[in-house]
């Protein structure tokens, strides 16, 4: 069963995502004798050497971290221009460097924005720029830690398809889409604050 949520759907997953290899052991970040959960905003994603390792199937529609490729813009600008090439970015990723790689973000039919674990807000925030300041008009998809709770939220910044974490259900995330009937606030999904969209005068 698949655990993509698409335009209020659940969908089959088009895209296969491509992940670098893990090379040598990670290593766990403190501060001030404490685990550091998020990467720091800038902070390098993959290593070279593991860009340099990863395996691009050779046919298909595939879902790339923005380093492999910008390491691979020649060998698979045949597929870029055939739609088959989406780019995936992790929260901490500035969205400068993606708009500094295309001329026309809207070139893509993909962005997929990976969320390492529920508590990192910073999801919300790159949803709203990439819709608002960056104009991207395609699918907006939101993958890694993503649980129920975020899914109205993320639509709310600009989010149009979720894939589901793969322990929970889809069914039920699905569901909380409709959470809400009349949010409050303006936002990405509708940029009208409550007080200007009913009309709650009087006969």
């Not at 335009?7 to 491509?18: K, L, P």
């Not at 993503?146 to 039920?172: C, H, P, T, W």
């Amino acid at each position: 069963m698949s655990n993509l949520i698409k335009d209020n759907a659940i969908v089959v997953d088009e895209w296969t995502r491509v992940t670098p290899p893990v090379l040598g052991e990670e290593v766990v970040k403190k501060q001030a004798g404490k685990v550091v959960l998020f990467k720091l905003t800038g902070e390098p994603t993959y290593s070279q050497e593991q860009i340099a390792a990863t395996q691009i199937p050779a046919t298909g529609k595939i879902l790339l971290p923005l380093s492999v490729w910008q390491a691979n813009v020649e060998r698979l600008a045949g597929r870029m221009a055939a739609g088959e090439v989406g780019i995936l970015i992790a929260t901490h990723e500035p969205l400068e460097m993606l708009a500094a790689t295309f001329a026309d973000i809207n070139e893509l039919p993909l962005i997929a924005v990976f969320v390492e674990r529920f508590p990192d807000g910073r999801i919300f925030t790159i949803g709203n720029l990439l819709r608002t300041r960056y104009g991207f008009k395609n699918e907006l998809r939101a993958v890694g830690d993503v649980l129920r709770d975020q899914l109205f939220f993320l639509k709310r910044s600009g989010f149009n398809s979720y894939l589901i974490r793969a322990d929970r259900s889809a069914e039920d995330a699905l569901a909380s889409l409709q959470d809400f009937t009349q949010p409050y606030q303006g936002a990405v999904d509708d940029k009208l604050p409550v007080w200007r969209r009913l009309n709650r005068s009087h006969a």
